[in-house]
């Protein structure tokens, strides 16, 4: 079974406060993602990796920044957070080029930012 | 423009019934489309995916697709209490990109 971890389920942080939500995987994949989901909004995609030290920008990418330095790791940073990115985040995973492109998700951080 | 559009709800219907979950899309050149499934608390799971128009069925579930009209839906035959989730369509992106484009989601609940 695909295993997609957050190292957070609760997270309570304080205004400009830097932030790093982490995700890990186990199955090798190639492809990781950030999401947040909001009511009414959805999935909104900020921020997608293919490869080690690969990212390009997502929909929303304002106020944050990823790192993937190893294959299964990738971490979303806020570097100020603000009330505005009190919402649940979501990492997925997926393989490289195999349709049809199933995203294997994690089980979501849920930020509150005061 | 929004390119999956899906009815957020909610929807709640009484144990037995047939759910129909419907998505529009506004562009056709997509080869994929999805219905992924989230319960409370946790994180989507692919529940079906169909690559042509026509109809999928696996046990209780039916995924349509109808190209000429860009309808997506998904029905739910004899629902359970345990049906009781959100519901997220989505579609590949343009040129077989790794990337998905979700609807808002529709969240159902089935009373007993």
């Known amino acids: 079974d695909v295993k997609v971890t957050q190292s957070s389920r609760y997270l309570v942080k304080r205004t400009g406060e830097k932030v790093f939500l982490e995700c890990v995987q186990d199955?090798?994949?190639?492809?990781m993602f950030w999401y947040r989901q909001d009511p009414g909004l959805g999935l909104r995609l900020i921020y997608f990796?293919?490869?080690?030290?690969?990212?390009e920008k997502g929909d929303i990418p304002e106020g944050y920044s990823v790192s993937r330095e190893k294959k299964e790791r990738f971490s979303l940073i806020l570097e100020s957070a603000s009330t505005n990115q009190t919402s649940m985040y979501l990492c997925?995973?997926?393989?490289?080029?195999?349709?049809?492109?199933?995203?294997?998700f994690g089980p979501g951080t849920r930020l509150t930012v005061t | 423009q929004k390119e999956v559009e899906q009815d957020p709800g909610p929807l709640s219907v009484p144990e037995g019934a047939i759910v129909s979950l419907n998505c529009t899309y506004s562009?056709?050149?997509?080869?994929?489309f999805m219905w992924y499934r989230q319960y409370s608390r946790k994180g989507p799971e692919l529940l079906m995916y169909?690559?042509?128009?026509g109809n999928k069925e696996d046990g209780r579930f039916t995924a349509q697709v109808d190209k000429s009209s860009k309808y997506i839906s998904l029905f739910i035959r004899d629902s359970q209490p345990s049906d009781s989730a959100t519901y997220l369509c989505?579609?590949?992106?343009?040129?077989?990109?790794?990337?998905?484009?979700f609807g808002k989601g529709t969240k159902l609940t089935v009373n007993p």
């Open positions: 199955m090798d994949h190639e492809n």
């Open positions: 997925a995973s997926s393989v490289l080029a195999t349709p049809p492109y199933e995203q294997y």
């Open positions: 989505a579609r590949n992106t343009q040129g077989g990109s790794e990337k998905l484009v």
């Open positions: 169909t690559y042509s128009s």
């Open positions: 562009n056709s050149a997509f080869q994929y």
């Open positions: 990796s293919y490869d080690v030290k690969m990212k």
